[in-house]
Structure formats: C-alpha cells, structure tokens
C-alpha cells in the first residue's frame, strides 16, 4: 500500500521543488504499478489526509452523480463535467455578465501555475471548489471565489515518459463524481482522488507501459463508471477505450477500435467486420486509432460517443498496402455505456491518410432539421468538413467544409468525403488543406441554442504530405511513414501559403458560416457560449475576448500575458458571476510546427485567470524571455554533408518538441540559442539523460555520439543563420 501521494500545500506552486520531494517515493509507486497495468486496483484507501484546513468547509462535491449530472443542464450556477453536461454544449444558462455590462469585466484572482508548458485543461467548479489540470498531469483545487489553493496533486510522471507524447506534456482536465476526482496521467493511469482533500484512493495503470502509450483526455463519467481513452497513434500502437469501476478502479469493460492480428481470436463482432476493411500486417505496428479527447453520452438512448483518432503509420500505402477503409480510424463511435458494445459507427475520413483524426470535440443537441426535430450529434474533426448525424442510429443529415479543403471534393449521399485524385500524394509531394494540424483540433467548441450557432476554433492549414519509401517501424520514435517533417512549406507567403485561425459561427442546419473573427495565428482557444449572448475565446497570441454571440462584435478584451490554447468555463457563487480560463501557450503545435508557431513575444507562462465585473487585479506579465545564448562558431571539420545529417537526424528525433527548422515556439527551449553550459553538456543531455526530470530524455537508444555532434554542429548553423 502506498502511504500517501505526493502533494504541496505550499501556495508557491513550485512544480520543480515538489517534484524533488516526491522523488524517493517514486520508484516504488511505478514499479508497484508496472506489474499489473491490466486494470486491477493498485491502492485503495488508506492515505493520510492533510492536516491542513480548507478555506470553505462547504467543499464537498459528494452529491455529484448521474442524477446531478444528468440535470447539469438545468442549473446554472456549476461546471460539474468536461463539456458542463453530457450533451457537451458547453453553453452556460448564467446571464449575470451580458453585452451590456461585459465591459466592466476584470481580474479577480490568479494563479501562477510555474511552468512554461502547454495548458488544455477545462477547469470543473462543484461546491466552491474549482479544479484545474497543469501540465504533468498536476491538479489543483481552489476556492473558486478566492483562488485560495485548497490542495495539489502531483502523480509524479516521469520525466523521461515526454519522448513518447506527440503534443506535450498537456492535460485536459478532470471528471467529478460521488466525491472523488478522477485523473487520467501521461503515463496512462488512472487516477481516483478524494475530491475534499486531494489524497489518494486508487490508482490503476491503463496501459501497457511497456509501449508508447499516453493520456492527455478527460475521463468521462456515468453508470458508475470511469471511461477513458489514450493517445499514441503518431508512435505506433493499437487504440483503445476502457470502463472502470468508479468505486474501486477494477476494469468493467475494454473496447478495442481497430482488429488486432487476425490469426488470434477477434474480440468482438465489430472487429471481425473491421478486419475486413484492412490489409498487409497493420497489427504489427498497431495500426493506431487512439480515444485521446472526444466524448459525450445520451442517458435517453444510452449511448456513449468516442471519437476515434488517425491511422498509424499515417501514410496508408505503408499501413494497410492492399487498400480499405481501415475501420474504424477516424470514426465516431456509439458504444452501450455498459458493455462496451459498438452499437453503431461513421467513418468521417475512411482510409486515413492524412492524420486526420475524428478525436475533436462530440456535441449533442436536438435541432429542427427539415421541419422535425432530430436528435443529433454534430462533430468539426481534423478533416475540414463539419458533420452532423442522427445520433440514435448513426445515420448521415450532412457535412460541409468549414474551413479550405482540398484533399476531398465533398461528400456523397452516405457522407462519404470523395477524395480529389489531383491531391494525391501518392504520386508525389503535395500541399493538402488541411494539414495534421487540423481545420479543428481539440479546442473544444461551444453552442448557442438562441442562436442556433456552433462555435468553432477553426484553421485554414495546410501541409505537405509526401510518402516516404523507406519507413520502417521504429519503436518509441515518430512513426508517420512520411519522408520529410509535417510543416515544411506550411508557412510560404511567396506561395500564398499562410496559417489563419479563425473563431467560427456555424449554422449546423444550413451547413455554412454566419460570421468569423480572424486571429493572427492557429492554434487558438476553445469557445464558452452563455446566455448573456456572449462567446468568450482566449487567443494564441495572448488575448482574451468576449464576442456579441449573434454577430461577432467584440465587446470586451483582456491581455493575459501567454497564449491561449484551452476553453474558459463560467460559474456563479454568492450571486457572482466568474469566468475563468486556465491559460498557457505550449502542447504540439508551439512544440513542433517551428515559423508558423513562434508568435511575437508569446510564451508559455500556465497560469488560471478567473475574472468578474468590476474585477481589479492586475493582470500578471508575461513570463521572461529566456536569454538567448552567443551563438558559437561550427567547430572545425564539419562538413556540408555533415549538417545535412544533422538536420535528417534532428528532424526524425527531435522536431517534434523542438520545432521544424528548430524554430522554438515559446514553450520549449530555442535550440538555436543554447547556452555556453549546454553547448558543453550536449552530449551528457542527449545521450546521457541527465535532464530527464525535466522532460528532456535520454535518446542514446537511437543515437550515436557522432550523430549528436551532427545534430549540434547542425544547430550551430541555424542560430547563425536566425542572426543573419
Ligand atoms: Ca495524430
């Protein structure tokens, strides 16, 4: 039994410093946890409580379960689930703060979350108390009037786990359920937390950490049961969704979205039709189709929604070579919440090829469509078309694109997108809107039911694809069976190529676009919609706005010192009316897209801002800029040919946290720009791990030392070429 997990009621919030403290206890937690990642329960009970008091007695959620959630729509004054009810609207009935008076809105309180990586997490507010995900998979609980730390949980991910995670070290948030707080982790356990003290309940390891496996979702939570998802399809695994027990963490169901190798017993029906539509080994590689976000349940027809992601490798030719629609990548699925059972699924991009993941935010709402209301769900995947669908059977109502597309001409009558033979890149490198970015990724969206209007964080994107021949499956390394990185030529003014964000006003029934208000860059902040008729967005380039909901007009604005990447939420105690964002540039677009990414002055600085009217706090500045090492002269001997390998080198292993062209985007540490110290520690960094704690680990498995030089001499040049 473990004692107690490792938390700080220190108010500092000083991740580096708690995490050392922890440090002792750290193997024995994860080694205890290894050996039984099938799902059983790894320590109930028994943690010591703090013995500190909290700052409102009336903290406990304990009444938080399926009635409460299941009425969530009705009361106004909470945020008790990820997208506030299961039907994940996101739309808040609170009209305290309206067009009229949202120009009197300012800071409250904040909180410095002390860390430069990517923030995604939906805070949830049950009881006065409000509960925030930072990166490494940390929690926090406030006083959400006060912003009085309550009490931090660190699961101690390990550092080294950031070679394995496509997208950062990011966490979208929590479930809250009969008084615990549900988790899931990096390192892909599950995690149940009394929700009035933070300590520890149970934890069970959900995956097989001996494979590229991560958890960066919210779980969700109904019937007594935990669902959870995972991520790791850019790396090379088989995706999955499981059910646990709420109460004691023991498994209740597993389903599997793609077949495994069909020589071995299918698990269900559904996968037996599945393997049907794949072709060659995929099984051996995984074949991807990670839940990594998406979710949203109908207690009426009992069905639960997952959002299935992207092949992997993403080139198909090198997946499934003898052709097929691979299901159910890039799918939605409608499972039986207490079985597990796939009840009915839609392909939205059959034959992924692209990374076009059906991940992105499912949202549920009945609307009148050709003169009778039909239930149904509507979704903006990675694609570019934005679908809506009979939720009850699965049936197809319409698709349309809403941001540029081009690797598909529309959609037939079945919904199927007919893909456009001129963008081909089996053929040879093209450019293809949109890229793997997405025209929509995980920002969640909100809905307007005055309106009628979906509000989308959208992009227009592109990428250019171009197969590579030579891929071969390389354990724990990218795996997209692409030849050159993603992001090459995404930004090429000359070309009329650019990256536009845009926050987006759909009309789901008409199938096009109200209005948009365009943003500097991609990459911008989910949506909150209230009945005030505001949208509230946060920007990546450090912004945060309020929008009249029916037209677009901007109606009030803050800065708030990072980019904005997650959704605000809104919540209402003693008659107050709050809004609060959890802010913090970073995750994997900061991480990996370079030029595109590296906004002006725009860092990452994770920090919660909860504003209200009249609100006077000073909003905090922005995090320093980190100084910018002399960069030194290429040693002696390297050749062109040289750099030429480090940059191949670099870009198979390490663009994807440091940036195409090693272009930093504010979050991670500029390559170009090295210290002295680092420059002289190169090797013992890359190779020797000795700042894997920080999330920088050890690459000696796939690189030689020879090799790092190639990649530093390589590196060296850019600096020089940045100072030109
Ligand atoms: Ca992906």
């Known amino acids: 039994m473990i004692a107690s997990a490792c938390m700080s009621w220190s108010t500092s919030g000083d991740d580096t410093q708690a995490r050392s403290r922890c440090v002792a206890r750290r193997g024995a937690l994860v080694l205890s946890v290894l050996g039984i990642w099938a799902g ?123 070679r394995v995670l496509c997208c950062g070290v990011v966490n979208r948030g929590v479930a809250l359920y009969r008084g615990r707080i549900y988790l899931g ?23 097989d950490p001996t494979l590229p496996y991560s958890i960066t979702g919210a779980p969700r939570v109904l019937q007594g049961l935990v669902v959870i998802g995972n991520g790791g399809a850019e790396f090379g695994v088989r995706g999955y969704v499981s059910a646990y027990r709420a109460e004691d963490g023991e498994l209740a169901w597993r389903t599997w979205t793609v077949p495994g190798n069909p020589d071995l017993p299918f698990e269900s029906k559904a996968l ?29 027809l009992d069905l639960l929604y997952v959002g299935v992601g992207n092949g992997s490798p993403h080139a198909r030719d090198h997946r499934s070579p003898g052709g097929g629609d691979n299901l159910f990548l890039s799918s939605i699925l409608a499972l039986r919440p207490a079985t597990g059972e796939v009840v009915w699924h839609f392909q939205t991009t059959p034959a992924d090829n692209w990374d076009y993941t059906s991940t992105q935010h499912i949202m549920l709402a009945d609307l009148e469509i050709d003169g009778r209301v039909r239930k149904v769900l509507m979704q903006a995947p990675k694609n570019g078309f934005f679908f809506v669908l009979d939720r009850e059977t699965g049936e197809f109502i319409s698709a349309k694109p809403f941001v540029k597309v081009t690797w598909a001409k529309g959609v037939d009558v079945h919904g199927r997108p007919i893909e456009n033979p001129d963008n081909d890149y089996s053929k040879g490198p093209q450019m293809v809107w949109p890229g793997p970015f997405g025209g929509h990724n995980w920002h969640p969206m909100a809905f307007h039911p005055g309106t009628g ?10 990428s250019r694809y171009e197969v590579d021949p030579a891929w071969e499956h390389r354990k724990r390394s990218l795996n997209t069976g692409l030849s050159t990185d993603f992001f090459t030529g995404s930004v090429d003014p000359d070309a009329g190529i650019s990256v536009v964000g845009s926050l987006l006003a759909w009309d789901p029934v008409a199938q096009r676009e109200a209005w948009r208000v365009e943003h500097g860059g991609a990459w911008n902040g989910g949506t909150l919609a209230t009945a005030g008729d505001l949208i509230f967005q946060g920007t990546a380039d450090g912004r945060f706005a309020a929008y009249r909901a029916q037209d677009g007009e901007k109606l009030w604005e803050s800065p708030v010192g990072t ?20 802010a913090g540039w970073g995750s994997g677009y900061s991480l990996s897209a370079g030029p595109a990414a590296a906004l002006p002055a725009v860092r990452g600085g994770g920090r919660v ?43 198979r292993e390490c663009l994807l946290c440091h940036g195409t062209f090693a272009v930093g985007g504010g979050s991670v540490p500029d390559l170009r720009f090295s210290s002295p110290e680092v420059h002289e520690r190169f090797v013992d960094i890359t190779l020797g791990g000795i700042r894997a704690d920080r999330g920088m680990p050890s690459f000696a498995d796939v690189l030689t030392p020879s090799q790092v030089r190639q990649i530093q001499a390589w590196l060296i040049s850019r600096g020089h070429q940045s100072l030109d």
């Open 453 to 462: 209007l979906v509000y989308i964080p959208s992009q227009d994107m592109a």
């Open 609 to 651: 801002l909860t504003f209200a009217l009249g609100g006077e706090v000073e909003i905090p500045p922005p995090s320093p800029e980190p100084p910018r090492g002399p960069v030194p002269p290429l040693p002696e001997g390297v050749s062109e040919a040289d750099l030429r390998e480090g940059d191949r080198l670099f870009a």
């Open 563 to 582: 980019g904005v990447m997650a959704a605000p939420i809104t919540y209402r105690i003693d008659g107050v009316q709050y809004v609060v964002v959890a």
């Open 272 to 300: 037996e039709m599945a393997a049907y539509t794949w072709t060659g080994d995929w099984w051996k590689t995984g074949g991807g189709g990670t839940v990594w976000d998406g979710m949203a349940y109908d207690p009426e």
């Open 185 to 207: 982790t990096l390192d892909g356990r599950l995690i149940a937390l009394d929700a009035k003290t933070g300590s520890l309940v149970w934890e069970v390891q959900t995956t």
């Open 40 to 162: 059983s329960c790894l320590a109930c009970a028994g943690s010591s409580p703090p013995s500190q008091s909290t700052s409102n007695s009336a903290a406990s959620p304990q009444s938080v379960d399926d009635a409460r959630l299941a009425r969530a729509g009705e009361g106004a004054d909470e945020w008790l689930a990820h997208g506030r009810t299961w039907s994940e609207q996101r739309f808040s009935p609170l009209a305290d703060i309206d067009t009229e008076n949202v120009n009197q809105l300012g800071l409250v309180w904040t909180f410095d979350l002390e860390t430069t990586r990517g923030v995604e997490a939906t805070p949830l507010m049950a009881d006065g108390s409000l509960y925030v995900t930072g990166p490494w998979s940390v929690v926090y609980a406030f006083d959400a009037k006060t912003g009085a730390l309550r009490w931090k949980f660190d699961p101690e991910v390990p550092g080294g786990h950031a």
